[in-house]
């Protein structure tokens, strides 16, 4: 078990010379002096980094497992969750991890439960979060965050709606400011393959391109049946996948991977419009809250070139997640089991594989360590944009300009965060729906 007593309680004299010569500059972006005395500390590798899980689904667990193993003095020091039974089901399954059960230092009192325990973790004393709730709540947990100094791993998406996104920027541009890193949940990012072939594909491996085609066809997931005792609020909260204002919709939860991944082979051009269609054909119960089942989208660029993006959760059918471009000089097949380049000859990535889920961690705390931050807040955050743009074309059945979306009026908050009645929102109905 790593001792404590790596984490030295004050500054040492060779420190403390250290930092009266230091660059002023760097002081200037810290919000205060401990803010960058902590900092210093960390980036000189010797210090312990305490960790703090908000949301402890199996995504939460799994970060938190990836995070402890990317650095070697590290520990998992307090969770938060909405509901206990969940932080004390990841708090074992971590507890049996033997690659990381040495790190975890989860007291009882840093065991937080209920809307503001995110607000608890973030001032418990931690030196970086990981936010892996329902993404309704990323945009606020990733404030509060970076306003006490945080480092941050954010899962995707990171919002729901454009005043999400919106905050999303703005937290980013302060993170930058301050010299925090955030690093996005956007795995694919962290794939070698991927890297390498849209290397490729930026350096004119197929040409211009002209068209480019997102899939994900997938099969039902998870339902949680309500229980008796269970309030509107906490029915909807155990099932957040389905109701929009807590997941974004599948489209934007799940299938943001493959969008950014086609913003990612754009150079972070993002569509002028988008129009599209969708609905529930399959889950059309109660228990799937209001969210559809089936989404397809064509999203066009100010050159004229076509983004077809088509997804669908539906069991018994055809499975597909994948991106497929045309170029000038040939076309590419792009998923996490194959990358082919097909222009005149067909190149395919051999490379090595590598675990992107803990690539990400790594690269973040290496990150913490050098004292070179990463921030990849403008293109997790338009990414996610992207997305949720995509569903308010198909909610609405009309056409949406980029514009229209980024500046969004629609909040989907619920008025009040708190336990008991809560109606279930309507399903969208296209040519009804109206945009906001």
């Known amino acids: 078990m790593i001792s404590t007593s790596s984490a030295p309680n004050s500054a040492s004299p060779s420190r403390r ?65 909405a509901f206990a039974d969940r932080l004390q089901s990841s708090l074992a399954r971590l507890k049996e991890n033997s690659a990381v059960k040495a790190k975890i230092d989860v007291r009882e009192d840093r065991c937080f439960v209920g809307f503001d325990a995110y607000r608890q973790v973030i001032g418990s004393g931690v030196d970086v979060v990981l936010l892996a709730e329902p993404p309704q709540f990323r945009p606020r947990h990733l404030k509060a965050a970076v306003e006490a100094g945080k480092h941050v791993f954010a899962e995707k998406p990171v919002a729901v709606d454009a005043p999400g996104i919106r905050s999303v920027l703005a937290t980013c541009e302060e993170a930058r400011k301050k010299r925090l890193s955030i690093v996005s949940g956007l795995c694919l990012r962290f794939s070698r393959g991927f890297q390498e072939s849209i290397q490729r594909i930026h350096d004119g491996a197929l040409g211009e391109i002209r068209a480019l085609m997102a899939n994900d066809y997938r099969g039902s997931i998870w339902v949680k049946p309500r229980q008796p005792k269970w309030s509107d609020m906490e029915w909807q909260m155990r099932n957040w996948y389905y109701f929009t204002w807590l997941s974004g919709d ?15 082979i754009m150079k972070g051009e993002y569509p002028v419009r988008a129009v599209g269609m969708g609905g529930r054909q399959v889950r059309v119960g109660p228990e799937y809250g209001n969210i559809y089942d089936h989404h397809s989208v064509v999203y066009e660029y100010a050159n004229g070139t076509r983004l077809f993006s088509n997804c669908r959760q539906q069991p018994g059918c055809h499975g597909d997640m994948s991106c497929d471009l045309l170029g000038a000089k040939g076309h590419a097949h792009l998923s996490e089991e194959d990358m082919t380049i097909t222009a005149g000859t067909t190149w395919k990535y051999s490379g090595p594989d590598n675990n992107i889920y803990q690539t990400e961690h790594d690269e973040l705390f290496a990150s913490i360590r050098s004292g070179k931050p990463i921030n990849n807040g403008e293109y997790m955050a338009r990414s996610s944009m992207l997305a949720i743009m995509g569903r308010m074309a198909t909610y609405t059945g009309q056409s949406i300009t980029w514009d229209q979306a980024v500046n969004s009026a629609e909040d989907l908050t619920p008025e009040k965060l708190e336990w008991g009645p809560l109606p279930t929102p309507s399903v969208a109905m296209p040519g009804i729906t109206q945009f906001i």
Do not use: K, P
């Open 250 to 264: 599948f489209n934007v939860e799940q299938h943001v991977h493959y969008l950014d991944i086609c913003s990612w």
């Open 17 to 81: 010379r250290f930092l009266q010569t230091s660059s002023v500059g760097i002081l200037a972006g810290a919000s205060s002096l401990n803010e960058f005395l902590s900092r210093s500390a960390h980036a000189a590798g010797s210090d312990l980094l305490r960790v703090g899980l908000i949301g402890c689904g199996d995504r939460g667990t799994g970060a938190a497992a990836e995070a402890l193993n990317a650095d070697q003095n590290v520990r998992l020091v307090a969770m938060g969750d």
